[in-house]
């Protein structure tokens, strides 16, 4: 393998941190650019490299001197006069292998450069393989365009159209090519770039290229800001963990009514709208090193509402608007299928079902194997029962937002782990909020062993769930085997109810499952009931769980505590969760909104709760071992 290295710029830019050094040797972490390029070419095979040089040429080939060429062959070759990038490839063209990776001089970077090989090898119709990925400036950057299968269409450079919209893949100045492609160009007049001149004449000449996406790291080092930025990165250690050998966490997006507003089926740009703080939220996972990917079921395609090419635009507007904000996504995962016919217009090939809409796990399972994620760092965030759905068969964890459908449209009848007021929220509960939850919760259920029940109570959103949630997961990381079991499920439809918290709540009926699934003698599934909230109605069977002798049970409810009576004292571990009380009237509130009833009906159930739930939950209290007053809540209110 070979690999050509662009050194021969002058780094005016960089003066000031320079002097008089050629800006490939500028020091990153103790050890000049070009050395970080060399090793990392040298570790993935790659035995002969061709350095271009010019400003400065002596100290580069003295630096190599010094490291006695680091074991493999390293040649420096003075270009002469600027060429430009292309026109410096040009013109050592003979001292080229047939095919050869492309590295510009001021670029830190910590590539597969293996992967990228087999990847340019596998596509033998094309002529260079560009290296692309999203950034959080793309209006400043050099972009590229795809068709669905990778085969660049367009190279768009900076500037770009303020009034058109471009995908957020930015051209990294890394690049595989096949040298028998640029033999037409031999004689071609410098300087000649490759982004801005030969890649796009290549194209006009109908010329394959290909485009690898990687959210690997690679970032031009040629300003003292960006330089700062790379010097930081490497000492944070935010480079290595960037490596795709590295497991990734990831928070997986729904699209419509998550990022953006929901208005029905999204089948042309005017209907495209982001949700406000859904680009600040998606900076914040950013920042915090998540990959941040958007998994979504577009069956407009399918039932003939829009075309791949408007849909591509679409998601071109959303990658444009999330980055003139500093935000972006990693990719882009989305399933066009619909098993429904019926539609006018509707693609016949796609009217099938598939093992890629949600909640099928195709997308997630796709997604994690490209980016080698980490399920259990990672959540899954939407505004759907649908997600949550899929977040259960993938094994990650859920975050159900109130925007969009905030849940409440019952396709599915699954419970999320945490419910937050939109993204922003999701955002700032799993970066901040979320450990200091944990940490609470381990402290709490120190001595808890498997087989044994957790009793989660307190007054309606006072945050059970969130703690509930918590407890599952500190017990799951310790290996216990944990199934939540909230009573909300065992709500009578509203014909059905009596009077006091007690009488909402079939009490009778809880009680003899609860019986049943702490008096397990081996792995058995019960199938549980759910209440949908809209509708007011009670389904039972629509839930099934696995439990064993072994399984830890977390009962969580308003009524939990006042049923604590069915274990025995030594097996059961007892929590009342507590909020400020005006805090807990907003929550309520909110929720009843959300449901759709008016601003006076929500307070006047606020009321009524007061008389006859607060009493009968407040003296439950008595019997919990521990009050716990939940921070949490407080802190993700605040943020929000």
């Not at 016919?341 to 994690?368: D, M, Q, Y």
């Not at 604590?564 to 929720?591: K, Y």
Request: proline share 4%.
């Amino acid at each position: 393998m070979q690999a050509v290295v662009l050194a021969g710029g002058r780094g005016t830019r960089l003066r000031s941190r320079t002097g008089d050094l050629p800006k490939s040797l500028v020091d990153v972490g103790g050890r000049p650019l070009l050395e970080h390029q060399i090793v990392l070419a040298k570790q993935h095979g790659i035995e002969r490299i061709l350095i271009l040089v010019n400003h400065g040429a002596g100290q580069i080939v003295e630096f190599c001197n010094q490291r006695e060429n680091w074991g493999i062959d390293v040649r420096c070759v003075d270009d002469g006069a600027p060429r430009g990038t292309a026109g410096a490839v040009l013109s050592v063209l003979d001292m080229l292998d047939d095919n050869f990776l492309t590295i510009y001089g001021d670029t830190m970077l910590d590539i597969d450069f293996t992967r990228f090989k087999c990847f340019h090898e596998k596509h033998k119709a094309a002529a260079a393989t560009v290296f692309s990925h999203p950034n959080d400036h793309p209006h400043d950057s050099d972009l590229i365009e795809t068709s669905e299968d990778g085969i660049v269409t367009a190279f768009h450079t900076y500037p770009h159209d303020p009034g058109c919209y471009y995908p957020n893949k930015v051209s990294a100045a890394l690049y595989y090519i096949r040298k028998q492609a640029l033999s037409r160009w031999r004689a071609a007049v410098t300087p000649l770039d490759f982004g801005k001149d030969l890649f796009p004449e290549m194209l006009r000449a109908g010329i394959e290229i290909r485009s690898y996406s990687s959210p690997e790291y690679i970032r031009d080092a040629g300003t003292p800001e960006r330089l700062d930025k790379v010097c930081a990165d490497f000492e944070s250690g935010r480079i290595a963990r960037a490596s795709l050998a590295s497991p990734q966490k990831a928070v997986f997006l729904d699209r419509d009514g998550c990022i953006n507003v929901d208005y029905g089926h999204i089948d042309r740009l005017e209907r495209f709208e982001l949700i406000e703080r859904a680009a600040a939220a998606i900076t914040c996972f950013n920042r915090a090193e998540y990959r941040t990917i958007v998994v979504t079921n577009q069956p407009v395609v399918a039932r003939g509402d829009c075309s791949l090419r408007d849909l591509r635009m679409i998601h071109n507007k959303m990658e444009t608007e999330l980055g003139r904000c500093g935000a972006f996504v990693d990719a882009i995962y989305f399933c066009p299928h619909h098993p429904d016919r019926g539609f006018i217009g509707e693609v016949e090939a796609l009217k099938i079902r598939c093992e890629c809409r949600k909640p099928s796990t195709g997308l997630i399972n796709e997604a994690v194997e490209a980016f080698n994620i980490d399920r259990s760092q990672s959540w899954v965030i939407g505004d759907s029962s649908t997600d949550v759905a899929l977040a259960k068969r993938s094994g990650i964890r859920s975050i159900l937002v109130e925007t969009g459908a905030g849940g409440l449209d019952n396709k599915y009848h699954v419970m999320p782990d945490y419910t937050v007021s939109d993204l922003f929220e999701a955002a700032k509960f799993i970066l901040a909020v979320h450990p200091t939850l944990i940490n609470s919760a381990s402290d709490l259920i120190a001595y808890v062993k498997p087989g044994d029940v957790c009793f989660v109570g307190g007054l309606s959103r006072s945050g059970k769930s969130f703690l509930a949630s918590a407890i599952a997961e500190v017990l799951r990381g310790r290996g216990f085997e944990t199934q939540i079991v909230a009573l909300d499920r065992w709500i009578r439809s509203a014909g059905d109810r009596k009077p006091t918290v007690m009488g909402r709540y079939n009490v009778d009926e809880i009680r003899k499952v609860l019986s049943r699934l702490v008096g397990v003698r081996s792995r058995e599934t019960r199938d549980l009931p759910y209440y949908e909230k809209l509708s007011r109605i009670s389904h039972p069977g629509s839930e099934r769980i696995t439990i064993s002798p072994e399984t830890v049970l977390v009962v969580e409810g308003t009524v939990a505590l006042s049923l604590s009576d069915v274990v025995s004292r030594g097996r059961a571990h007892t929590f009342f969760v507590d909020i400020e009380e005006e805090l807990r009237r907003c929550r309520v509130t909110r929720e009843y909104l959300r449901r759709g009833v008016d601003r006076e009906v929500a307070a006047s159930t606020y009321s009524s709760r007061q008389e006859d739930e607060t009493p009968i939950v407040l003296a439950s209290r008595a019997s919990a071992k521990h009050c716990v007053r939940l921070r949490a809540i407080e802190l993700i209110e605040a943020v929000g």
